[in-house]
């Protein structure tokens, strides 16, 4: 069975572009999850997905946005980048339950410079 | 909010020997899990042991045990006959049980452990 994955594993962007990552859940997960992992700050929550409806959000500004797609799959777009975006951004995605855990991907290394 | 707190940045350990984690959380929920996470270099994050607030049995995968103390709202990580396959980040998530608003794992800023040999 394959895991989490994600893509690219790494982006290089200069400040004020746009950013595209991309996840593809484990077969019959339904919901997808998003983590930031700057250093020094741990794993930050940023979006929930669930059948294709965002049902949480950290605090993030408006410039994070996602979807979720049919397929389950999972988009995050990056708007207006900014230096202190540069991060580890991990995607998970468990099942409709949730309680036994994500099962994460090996996460996107995402450079603004 | 619920908060979770990993009062141990680094830690280190001979290979063979025991290690405890700590990590305390702060929740008004009654209903809720508790879990570990190793992330190795490889950045893979990994689902070490998971326990269920609602059972006072103590989780164990085979050499990772924990030690949950609902009240004193505490749930530390026992790694025996430490390998250098541990090595890591270790992190503790807390989870609200099914049918919460906030609905995602909230992690403490991790534990860095190096397994000597």
């Known amino acids: 069975e394959a895991g989490v994955t994600q893509s690219p594993t790494h982006l290089i962007k200069t400040r004020g572009q746009q950013a595209t990552l991309r996840c593809s859940p484990i077969?019959?997960?339904?919901?997808v999850y998003w983590y930031q992992q700057a250093l020094g700050l741990g794993l930050q929550f940023l979006l929930w997905y669930d059948e294709g409806e965002e049902r949480n959000r950290g605090n993030f500004p408006p410039r994070f946005s996602g979807r979720q797609f049919p397929n389950y799959s999972s988009e995050l777009n990056v708007n207006a980048l900014e230096l202190e975006d540069s991060a580890l951004y991990l995607c998970?995605?468990?099942?409709?339950?949730?309680?036994?855990?994500?099962?994460f991907g090996s996460g996107t290394r995402l450079t603004v410079v | 909010a619920q908060t979770v707190t990993q009062s141990q940045p680094e830690m280190s350990v001979q290979e063979a020997e025991t290690v405890t984690l700590s990590c305390t959380y702060d929740?008004?929920?009654?209903?809720?899990?508790l879990f570990w996470y190793k992330q190795p270099p490889s950045r893979q994050m990994i689902l070490v042991i998971r326990q269920e607030a609602y059972k006072q049995q103590n989780a164990t995968e085979n050499r990772f045990s924990v030690n949950f103390q609902k009240a004193a709202k505490s749930f530390s990580l026992k790694i025996s006959d430490s390998q250098l396959g541990d090595t890591a980040m270790y992190f503790c998530a807390f989870l609200k049980g099914y049918g919460g608003s906030q609905g995602n794992l909230i992690f403490g800023k991790g534990t860095k452990l190096s397994v000597k040999p």
């Open positions: 077969s019959g997960h339904t919901s």
């Open positions: 998970a995605s468990s099942l409709a339950g949730r309680n036994y855990g994500y099962t």
């Open positions: 929740t008004s929920e009654n209903n809720y899990y």
